[in-house]
């Protein structure tokens, strides 16, 4: 069980995580501060492009570019495990990923288009995605139900000749607001008396089809995250044909299946990185600020605060990169990775908690600092926060966690 | 030792609860809405005025206007255990607490002006804030410092002529933004030298006066809070006159000290209501979704978290309630509540994180809508978050009952 | 709502008080370590026999006696709440229930008789235990099943003639290894197929019964509590008469009902005194031991361990007291306790709780010595922990607490 | 970082796993059940040394024998992660450690007298302890200090002539009460006036030297641990030759860092073993009892609770493994384990945490059985919380672990 780097995963880390500091994190504030001079958020104005656009070519130009192809012909050559180090350093921007093509939704969608897609959609989505040029949205979460338990899902998809139509709201579709969105994939309801997972499907739809119609903006915490944005979405007689939909009918939770274990671990590897940042934040507020007599740190219990921030995110970076040594044996023993669900779902529940914790007590140690637009804490905490409920909330990892201790009968 | 109500107090606390719920809570939404509608967030509009004038209109001739005087000649006779748990109940609403003349920094700022102001700044100040005509803000916290310790507050304020000229910056000035705020009482340091809580004064400057700039309105997780705001402010050679200091030079934390103690609690009265709040939508949540064959409070724990909230909520009331009893007793055998400052200290504490662990549990339960807009779980969040900073952070506080527990020598 | 005591319940304090502190508590070494000096852990020694009943007598005179009977005729004439100030002072020491005879499950018992026995009962068993020359038992948990469910019950009970016959074993029969155990009640079931709340019965079951055996005594962490003592108790063709039977057939559940809650209350009651204890103990070691240049209160995060358990005890009695506040409430106004039964699980969730950590923080302050037997802590411990799960675990209590907030349909 | 078994591990793990699962685990209770049955405890019976001895021989027989051994010649063959494997199996019994010649105080004393111990002292003692002759024990602790600065150990140990001569009390001193143990190895004070860290010395003294004298064995939440017992020792003038000092005066320190790394991470591992055992006890219960119509696992947060058990030991033992692979690197790259003290640092403070968190939900889906002496759990919960305080309490370790975040200066 090497949890460590392998000797490519090692030059690789270390340029990202040189790239990460030393260019792209630095870039972080100055785009941030540039959403909306357009005069609308969700546009990118030229300075966001230059930023972005530079940045990413220069990754491009170093072979640090579609790194998480970990398990796909023509990746990196890297495991999972070698991934996770690197996703980890990713984490510490909110730029980083999107600068190395890593970023999500889309790497899942390009690994759905990988796997399932048609050699059109390989022309038309895949290429443009792994060059960068589009982004794409995946819309799987309703307003009306909860999503938590996926067979709930209930945008419907009927046939319409050879082609099918599509009615029904999404929200939290992840990039959907992007102006560079060309394509949603598309969890849709199309047998609803069928076998409880056999009833889904799941469906390419151009961003641009009429009868697609972006509502509005979700906000996390108050921030609408633009340009990328977490979308509300409505579908109108939503018309697409027949081959839009991938494997066909029925389908739809084998494709999610595969397609969210890897996202899952991405996310707990970013959150890693988060919380090292913010352990680090708050380690330098506690030295440079004095009360009492004494630096922060010195006072009551922040030195066992950062102490248990120390072992809290060491044990939870084990426990993703267990996650992604199991994912790697799982695929290359069985050629899937189901076998990895329940240490996938384990990070899943323990890394936004224990990432949650940190921030907090970075949030604390900086007072008013903490909660305001003066650090990133209260951005990365809302971000944070979500990781509990996007792809699956802490009660549904639980269940599977418990069901690999415990199988039924 | 009687936690409940007065009779007085059992009349104004239906009065009180049926306002809130029936006619104020109904607007929040409304009110939130009309922010920015103007063009500048910073405004009311002719909407806001409207709805916020009219509540406030009502109440008075209700009678059920500045209840926070619990203390003061002219108030409502009730005690502060009653006021509690009328302050419950106005935490339910965004507007409630100035609906009826009772929202913080102002019942501080009045309190202060009661005790300590002049007959002109009774006049000028007192009089329209005890008719809702006039806003104030509380400047204390500054960026440059440690505020927990504040000893630490570094404004310079120094003698000239027979004036006084301030400068420096403070900022998470609450209501500062407000176009209605008037008057600003300033914490500064007038004696570098002079003993450890006699080198700060209180000073009371109108918020027209030149040198007083805004430097920006801060955010709580993404929230500005307009049209009242937590603001930054920068004070360049900002003069007032002489009498416009309290009490004379160096008597800052004599009055910090008064003026404290029942914001705080206040503040924690006010959170039981947010936390009762949050538990309503948790079960009215749970109950109307379905997921795996259950409504969600059948599953898991769910049913276990919202009976730790129940008791966590109950137990956090009666700390703050003790403590609200606790003062009333110390004004009443001793002219001042400092006697009451460890029990206050330890609803400080207690409260904001039950009442944050209660909102937590709630937008889990809402999935992606309690982290978004769409409820008001993530503003009650961002919200009870800064109650562990605000007038004291949680550190502060500790130490407090600790010193109350173990004697020095 | 008062939570404070009452004129009777203050002058009762203060003896009681007195009394545990300066002449019971000292006294609990001398008695635990005179434990089977006969040779035989269940026979008490002439010297236990002294000190207890010598203290026993000093209590009497003093009119300290029965003190738990407040809502009986012939009581002390104080409230539940009066009652619970009491039971606190007697938590600090393991004779003082005794001392006082308010100890369990006498106590129960005593009212069980009161409200439902025959005058035969009365004499033969209530006089005297009312009167301290004899102990009870209560035998309600039994080894084979969840007795968290009490519809799980399985001795069975079953006419013969005019009498009734019971067979099945029982532990956790707290007291029935004192050599003064003179009767048991027993919790049995008489009709396997009545309805699931109408299956049970009440007997009273001479100690000396012939059928009944004490198999062995049940540990607690290590510990036997000789000679009271937690006995697992076998009944071979027990036989009593008919009028052995409280009330009649199928109403064991009525009975039980009746007499748990008080009991669940004077056990939280009794935890606040230990917590205190606990706490006192950790103050002093942690002032009297030095590490590092310091007393060890002053390092790390030990001063907030001793305010965070400050904040916690006293909500923790807050909770307490409102329960007994509601349970005198709801006899008065209702005859019966019932309406406090989601209080009262409160308190029986949320004491036991805050006692551990209490004494566990005690425990780690005093490292090795904290584990051993040279402080009460270990012992004080383990006897917390079962609180959690005697007269119902948790997991019960939370049921009542969720079901009073969220009414079934 | 390869933190799964080398093949020789494995080879080991197989047959380590199976011995103690079949042969050594279930001897445990017949083992404990003998203990006294000569009349005295601390006495070995015929029957305990017929299993002990019987067990033993048959695991060197098949070379299971000092595989503690890592790094020294002569051992195993395996690394420090190597056997943490094998040590998490051994915690699964309470015979099993000495069964394989891997218990406590004694590998740390086997490995402080090849490291520094004389030729007649690796005669003498070394040959007979790695031959499972005799036992030993290591006396630090002392009553009247906080140990956990062990700078305040007070024991003097005076010139005398060529010898010394030592005096003062132990306690804690583990394995002391066994009538198989030889030999003491003690901290002691040489020089009360030189520098922190060079103050105290270790010597090896017989444990049948005059003036030794063991004053009685302490309980561990009242259980002895006999025939090996936690034993309070005065030493009266106990006079050794000069060459009993290890290495020579003042350098005590030296001894013990290179001594307890070890020893705290095997406690760790073992520790890791009895979490397992704790869930496999709390999912048997859970499935096998029956409450409100379900199974208990079914009900409330009970599946919760036993998914967060498995995500917590597993992130326990990843953090356990993880301090191993620094050992095995700091011992290879540096020849001393010191690197690798926060690491150590934070699975001391994280592995005893969890498995007490998972001892604690097992006891509590027991109910009265799981406090009592019917299942291990009160044992394993006694063991494991005095290793929240053994080799240093956590705040001790937090300090190292904070001080490796955050360097001095």
Known sequence: MDLGLSARGAELHEAVARMVREEI????AAFHAAV?????????????????????????ERGLWNLWQTHLPGGPGISTVDYAWLAEEMGRSWLAPEVFNCNAPDTGNMEVFTRYGTDEMKDRWLGPLMEGRIRSAYLMTEPQVASSDATNISMRCERDGDGWILNGEKWWSTGAGDPRCAVHIVMCLTDPDGPRHGRHSMVVVPAETPGVEILRPLQVFGEDDAPHGHMHIRYTDVRVPGEAMLLGPGRGFEIAQGRLGPGRIHHCMRAIGMAEKALE?????????????SDLLSLGGNAERVAEARIAIDGARLVTLRAAWEMDAAERETGTMKRAAPAISAAKVLVPRVALEVCDMAIQLHGGAGVSQDTELARLWGHLRTLRLVDGPDAVHLRTVFRAQV???
Chains 1, 2, 3, 4 share one sequence.
């Not at 994190?25 to 972080?28: I, M, N, R, V």
């Not at 909306?36 to 491009?60: F, Y």
């Not at 380690?283 to 007599?293: D, I, P, S, T, Y």
């Open 407 to 409: 199988p039924r009968g």
């Open 25 to 28: 994190a630095p870039q972080d």
């Open 36 to 60: 909306g001079e357009t005069g609308d958020r969700w546009k990118m104005s030229h300075r966001q492009t230059e930023i972005l656009e530079g940045l990413k070519t220069r990754a491009r």
């Open 281 to 293: 934040l708050a380690v330098a507020r506690g030295r440079a600020r004095q009360a009492f007599g």
